[in-house]
């Protein structure tokens, strides 16, 4: 079955630390990757995407993530939270030929000052 | 991109009654989606909306609990019906990106749904 496992539910980290969090797929083809974000009392913004190529992918707010096949990884990182990357992020997995998503259950990070 | 306002953005209703939520896009676009986010699980896909065709329901949802309008290119309506405590959620309005492919949506701030 399809699904996206994100094991982190809250996070708490200090500004001005690196952050990663943590996402894994189950999928039968070959995934479209997603990372969205979601502040409070807001939609969700896309972050970033992976469809093919080269595996790290870079996205807004400087966050970044790396697809890695052999662990049906797609994490997210970046290396200097500010305080307004406090938010929910939702990891999600798609095909190529619909816009269709899975979302996992997402991570809220909280960063202290 | 695409502006997605949303209407209400909170309510509490009574236990029985029926809310339209209302879905206004600045641009027009072919399929427009209702996804639901309950306390603290993951995104759900209700259905997917193209204009001029009936409203496709995910497993799990049918058309007499979720009924959908999609009246034109820039609007859609999601009621939900009969309303139970369970059925308290975030529901959400999205659109397809266009062309920056599959999967990139966006989405409208959401209605906050309680049902007492």
């Known amino acids: 079955a399809q699904s996206v496992t994100q094991p982190d539910i809250h996070i708490t980290v200090s500004e001005g630390a690196s952050l990663e969090l943590r996402c894994n797929y189950s999928y039968g083809a070959t995934p479209y990757l997603f990372w969205y974000v979601q502040s409070p009392g807001q939609g969700l913004q896309l972050l970033l995407k992976y469809f093919s190529g080269d595996t790290l992918v870079q996205g807004i707010k400087g966050f970044e993530a790396e697809f890695k096949r052999s662990q049906s990884s797609f994490n997210l990182r970046k290396p200097s939270v500010h305080w307004s990357d406090a938010a929910e992020y939702f990891c999600?997995?798609?095909?190529?030929?619909?816009?269709?998503?899975?979302f996992g259950t997402g991570t809220r990070l909280q960063v202290f000052p | 991109s695409a502006v997605i306002s949303q209407k209400p953005s909170r309510d509490i209703c009574q236990r029985g009654t029926s809310l339209t939520i209302q879905c206004q896009v600045d641009s027009q676009v072919t399929m427009m989606f209702w996804y639901r986010q309950q306390p603290g699980q993951s995104l759900t896909l209700i259905a997917t909306?193209?204009?001029?065709?009936?409203?496709?329901?995910e497993s799990g949802f049918v058309i007499d609990k979720f009924p959908i309008s999609r009246p034109n290119l820039t609007f859609s309506t999601l009621t939900v019906s009969n309303m139970s405590p369970e059925d308290s959620s975030i529901y959400l309005c999205?659109?397809?990106?266009?062309?920056?492919?599959?999967?990139?949506?966006?989405f409208g701030e959401g209605s906050r749904l309680t049902v007492l």
């Open positions: 999600a997995v798609g095909a190529s030929n619909t816009d269709k998503l899975i």
């Open positions: 999205s659109v397809d990106g266009g062309s920056g492919g599959p999967g990139e949506l966006f």
């Open positions: 909306a193209n204009q001029g065709s009936e409203a496709t329901y």
